[in-house]
């Protein structure tokens, strides 16, 4: 089963961030810092200006923390949990 | 809105990025994201950072809530003439904190960043030192420069100036200067004294190591970053690409580069450890200079002996005494002191005191000019017949009460600062070290009532030799206590000496002379 969430955080990275990766460098567990895709704090803020418009949603402050920038999987977790919060 | 109240201001490649990651750690702090958006400094060209817009600016500390300190890190501010007084216009309470670099180092790493940079495409250190003078011209830019000034490397390593133009307008009390290699060395106590500094709780622990510090900070950043105005997040994302771009090694800091700049830099290192109080003579053959000298805190020694000898004060004498300062604030303060630490010996009285009094107080002349009022030779070595250290202490009695210019002025023939002096709290205690021997400035408005004391009571001891041989025999008496501690000691010395200043005066008054104002 594809995760759809997943799939989206992805097309966000290559598409919309200013990073210069390809799909194929997207493993779902390859850590986002320095040893893995070395995405700095600018461009971190930007994923997530991106990832709040593309889902709707307003990420708390208390959910950005490395806890859910370890890698895309915990990202799209934190992403599924708030919107399975937002009333229909 | 609230405004920023410290400043790191330089120099470039002298650690200020990681002394930035450590205070922004810290709970009472809150520091800019963008580390260095040269606000100040309107004779700066604006880089590709610079944030000139006050509300920009401004944004950049509107999350600072309630923390005592909120400040930035742009590193030109040094090398900016107007900086200083611009910041100080602006923030006047601000606090200035200072790294500096052997100049050799941070030429070179200064040199490594702009070939990363795009802002130097010269492939050697050599060649771009050599077409420094074309440069200053404008020529023999690279296509991609977006900073010319950073390509004058010598300018750049050239510190005193700059440093002491800092001081003079902010005062040694709001400057804090960190040299690199101590830094490195004791990264802990290097923090500590700039929290001590900043009044922020020294205590804090801080990640020091570089990269778990980033890790610290990082979603702390991310925080900071997504309050700012879309304006300000593109610059700064602009710089970080910049600084991130490709890194081809670069050919390491050959001897003969170094060896150039060291000697170019050579007299600004000697003014700077004069200006610092510092022997930096190590840089000059590139090597890391050695560790501060010892200041310690006053060992407390025994509490309770000196509790007894402050509460066995002569009533008569304490009523005297506690005019200008209660006996209890003295003691609270000395307890506080820095004392430089010492290994001179008591020696038998010498001529050649009065000869280095002679010689120094013409230096100090020299260096106030018409603002010295007073100069007076006091203690035990400027007694005939008194035995002594080597330590010849000098009263400064200046028009108007110490201020910068002065205390620049003192440390540009050598005196660094060690706080007030025990004699009295609006007099500044400043020190040099010479060999086997020691000066010791006390300087204060020439209208402190306590520089009249100390000279009648010279005069008195002079004219007085059993009185001499009696004070220097309490003296003796004194110093077989001295395992009680300093403290114990100077406690039960000031009562002696403040009774020598009573039958002074009496004299004094009695031989129908004019209290001694005026030399």
């Given at each position: 089963m594809t995760d759809q969430v997943l799939e989206q955080i992805k097309r966000i990275v290559v598409e919309d961030l200013d990073v210069n990766l390809k799909y194929e460098d997207l493993d779902d567990s390859v850590p986002l810092f320095e040893e893995g895709l070395a995405l700095d704090s600018v461009i971190l803020v930007e994923l997530v200006s991106f990832i709040e418009k593309r889902f709707n949603i307003l990420l708390r402050d208390e959910s950005l923390n490395m806890e859910t920038f370890k890698n895309l999987q915990s990202v799209a977790r934190?992403?599924?949990?708030q919107l399975a919060e937002k009333p229909a | 809105m609230r405004r920023p109240n410290f400043f790191i201001v330089g120099a470039p490649r002298?650690?200020?990025?990681?002394?930035?990651s450590y205070l922004k750690q810290h709970p009472e702090i809150w520091f800019s994201v963008d580390k260095e958006p040269h606000f100040f400094g309107s004779d700066l060209a604006p880089q590709p950072g610079t944030v000139r817009e006050e509300d920009l600016y401004l944004a950049l500390f509107a999350g600072a809530g309630e923390r005592p300190r909120a400040g930035e890190g742009s590193v030109w501010y040094l090398s900016s003439r107007r900086a200083p007084a611009e910041i100080r216009a602006y923030a006047p309470d601000a606090k200035i904190v200072i790294l500096l670099r052997e100049p050799a180092q941070m030429a070179y790493s200064l040199y490594s960043l702009y070939c990363r940079t795009g802002n130097e495409d010269l492939p050697t250190f050599e060649e771009a030192l050599a077409a420094e003078p074309e440069r200053r011209d404008g020529r023999r830019l690279p296509a991609g420069v977006y900073f010319p000034m950073g390509l004058l490397y010598t300018d750049a390593a050239r510190y005193a100036e700059k440093v002491e133009r800092y001081l003079t307008v902010f005062g040694r009390e709001n400057v804090h200067c960190i040299l690199f290699d101590d830094f490195v060395r004791d990264t802990v106590l290097a923090y500590r004294r700039c929290l001590e500094f900043l009044g922020v709780d020294p205590g804090f622990e801080a990640e020091l190591d570089p990269g778990q510090a980033n890790q610290r900070i990082r979603m702390l950043a991310v925080r900071q970053l997504r309050q700012l105005p879309p304006e300000l997040l593109r610059r700064i994302r602009f710089q970080e690409m910049k600084l991130h771009d490709g890194a081809a090694p670069r050919p390491p800091l050959t001897a003969a580069a170094a060896e150039r700049l060291r000697s170019l830099c050579a007299d600004d290192v000697a003014r700077l450890g004069a200006l610092l109080g510092r022997d930096l003579g190590a840089w000059t053959r590139g090597e890391a200079v050695a560790?501060?000298?010892?200041?310690?805190?006053?060992?407390?020694?025994?509490?309770l002996a000196s509790m007894r000898a402050l509460r066995s004060f002569p009533p008569a004498l304490r009523a005297k005494h506690d005019k200008v300062e209660t006996l209890e604030r003295k003691f609270a303060r000395w307890q506080k002191m820095r004392v430089p630490e010492l290994s001179l010996e008591q020696r038998p009285y010498s001529p050649a005191w009065p000869a280095w009094f002679a010689g120094e107080e013409a230096r100090i002349v020299a260096a106030l000019g018409p603002r010295a009022?007073?100069?007076?030779h006091f203690g035990s070595t400027s007694v005939p017949g008194l035995s002594s250290k080597n330590v010849i202490d000098i009263a400064v009695g200046l028009e108007g009460p110490?201020?910068?210019a002065a205390e620049t002025a003192l440390a540009g023939i050598g005196y660094a600062s060690y706080g007030n002096s025990p004699v009295d709290p609006e007099t500044l205690w400043l020190w040099k070290f010479d060999d086997d021997r020691a000066f010791v400035l006390h300087v204060c408005d020439h209208r402190r009532p306590w520089i009249g004391e100390q000279a009648d009571m010279r005069e008195y001891l002079r004219a007085h030799p059993l009185e001499r041989d009696r004070y220097a025999e309490m003296k003796r008496l004194l110093a077989e206590e001295k395992d009680k501690g300093l403290l114990h000691y100077s406690l039960r010395k000031l009562a002696i000496t403040v009774e020598m200043v009573d039958r002074a005066q009496t004299w004094r008054a009695a031989a129908g002379r004019a209290p001694n104002t005026a030399p």
């Open positions: 934190v992403i599924r949990e | 002298c650690g200020t990025t990681a002394l930035c560790p501060e000298p010892a200041a310690r805190k006053a060992p407390r020694g025994d509490v009022a007073r100069i007076e110490p201020d910068p």
